[in-house]
């Protein structure tokens, strides 16, 4: 019987203080792409999110290094996702004897590295995400039709 080498490792967060769908706008960046490159993109971007999300994607990493004894060069955010948590509910006095109700949802992330190199289907990847924008434009050369025929020249 063959035994296969694991490959992936995960990390999970659960009932971090955020909303779900806040922290999704950050983890759809990072899906896919090559460890060194996540932890640039979640230092630069302004989000509150990115701070939880980059100690999750620092501890995989350490678990993968840990666990399987892999390189942080060939790590890969093979999946990452978010899920609903449970909702904190208060009430807040207001005037008049009401109530007003404050909800602080919560929300559970998991984030899977792959190590590449003891994989065989991904030999020569750097990173699996294409990148969104391209240059779709060439250099327009505008040619100045009136100042050849002199209609706009006074004298």
Known sequence: MVKKK??????????ISL?????????DQIRGRSYEETLMIL????YRACYPIF???YSAAANASYN??????????SKAEVNEGTTVKK???????RSYA????????????????LDDEYGQIYSLKKPRWKKKYTTMVYHDVY????VWDKK
């Open 55 to 57: 100690k999750l994607v």
């Open 147 to 150: 100042s050849s025929e002199g």
């Open 19 to 27: 909303s779900a769908d806040k922290a999704r706008r950050v983890i």
């Open 102 to 117: 404050i909800k602080r949802t919560t929300c559970h992330i998991t984030i899977v590295v792959k190590d590449i190199s």
């Open 68 to 77: 399987m004894g892999s390189n942080e060069a060939n790590l890969v955010i």
């Open 43 to 46: 230092e630069l971007m302004p």
């Open 6 to 15: 694991k490959t992936e490792v995960y990390a999970l967060g659960r009932h």
């Open 91 to 97: 009430l807040k006095p207001r005037a008049r004897g």
